[in-house]
C-alpha cells in the first residue's frame, strides 16, 4: 500500500499563454504629407491600463491636434527620436527612411505603411539588415478578411474627396462657382467616379447627400453591385469602357479617381487626351496618388500647393488625403492599432500572434531580415519566402 505512492506520476505544467508587457514607440512623422499619429490619447490610455509602456517623441501628435500633454496625462512618456526607438514595437506612419532604419534594431517590430511606389530597393535591403520584423498596413487584415487599415481610411477620404471639390467648384478657391448639389429648378452637377471600392463608395454617399448625379465606373460588375447594394438605391453604374467613361467626363464637373493598384507597371485609366476634353473649370481628384496614380495628368502635390490646372481643368492630386482630417483618421487608426497591440501582449509576443492569426501574418513582409512579400519581390527581384513555412521553422 506504501509503495503506491512511489509510483511516478505525471508533471502538472502550466499550459495557459504567459501574457508579455511591451513598450511602444511613436516618432514623430518625417513626411511632409504625413499628419495623422497611430495612437489617440484614449489608445494610450487603454495600452497603459493594460500594464504596457508607450513612448512619444515630443511633438509627434501636434499636426492631429493632440500634444504631449494630452498624451502625457494618459500615462505616456515624451522622449527624444533615439529613445522612442529603444522600444519593443515601433508603431509609425510613413515607411521608415534612412535615419530611422539605422535606429531599428534586431528582432524589433515595425507597424507601418509599405508605400510599394515609392519604396526603393535599397531601403527594403538596409531593412532587412535590420533582422526587423515588418508588418505592412496596406496588407493587414482583419478576421473577416478585410483590410482594416485601407478600408477605414478609404472611408475617410471618400467622404473628404467630395467635400474638397465642392470647395475647388466654388469661388472661395476661385473655382467657376458651381454648387456640388443641386436645388429646385437647376440641374445638378455631375459627378464621376472611377472605382467602387470602399473609397468609391463613400465618395458616392456623401455625392448624392448633396444631391449630386452621381456615375460609377469599375472594371469588376461585383464591386459596382455591392456598391449599390451598400448604398441602397439604384444609380448609373458601368464597366470601364473607354468610350462610356469619356462621354460622361466631357460633361463631368467632378472627376474622382479612387482604382487601386498593388502591382507595379499598371497602365492610366484616363489618358491625357480624355482630361482635355472635360470642362473647363472642372475638377479632378485622384486618390490612388499613393501608388501613382490612375490619371495620365495627375502628378504629385502638397497640403501647401494641392492643386495645378491641366487642359484648363484643376488637379487635387496630394497622396494622402486623410491627412486633411488629421484627428478623425488618428482616432479610426487607434481603434485599429490598440486592440492588435494588446492581442501581441496577450498572446506572448508577436512571434506567438503571427502563428495564431492568419490576417496579422498575411500583413507581415519581414520576418527577422526575411522577405516575405511576393509583390515586394518581384518589383525589386529580391528572393522571398512564405511566412507560414518561415513559422513552422522558427
Known sequence: MGQTHLLPREEMLETGKRKKLVTIGIPKDFSFFENRVPLSPQGVELLIANGHSVLFEAGAGDRANYFDHDFAECGAKIVQKKEVFTADIILKISAPNDEEIELLKPNQVVFSLIYLYNQSRASIQKMMDKKIIAIGYEVLKDGNDCYPIIRSMSEIEGAASVMIASEY??????????????????????????GAGTAGEFAARAALGLGASVKVFDNS???????????????????????????????????????????????????EDQVSQMKPGSIIIDLSMDQGGCIETSKCTNFDRPIFHKHGVIHYCVPNIASRVSR????????IFAPIL?????????????????GISQGVYLYKGILTNNLIANRFSLPSKDIGLLMAAF
Open 342 to 358: 494588446l492581442s501581441i501582449g496577450e498572446s506572448g509576443g508577436i512571434q506567438n500572434l503571427i502563428k495564431e492569426n492568419l
Open 221 to 271: 460588375f461585383h464591386r459596382l453591385r455591392e456598391l449599390e447594394r451598400n448604398i441602397g438605391q439604384r444609380i448609373f453604374t458601368s464597366v470601364l469602357h473607354p468610350p462610356a467613361v469619356t462621354k460622361a467626363m466631357q460633361s463631368a464637373d467632378a472627376l474622382i479617381g479612387s482604382l487601386r493598384y498593388l502591382q507595379a507597371g499598371h497602365t492610366f485609366m484616363v489618358t
Open 169 to 194: 467648384l466654388s469661388k472661395a478657391h476661385n473655382g467657376k462657382g458651381v454648387l456640388l448639389g443641386g436645388i429646385t429648378g437647376i440641374s445638378p452637377a455631375e459627378v464621376v467616379i472611377l
Open 328 to 335: 478623425t483618421s488618428s482616432i479610426a487608426l487607434s481603434n
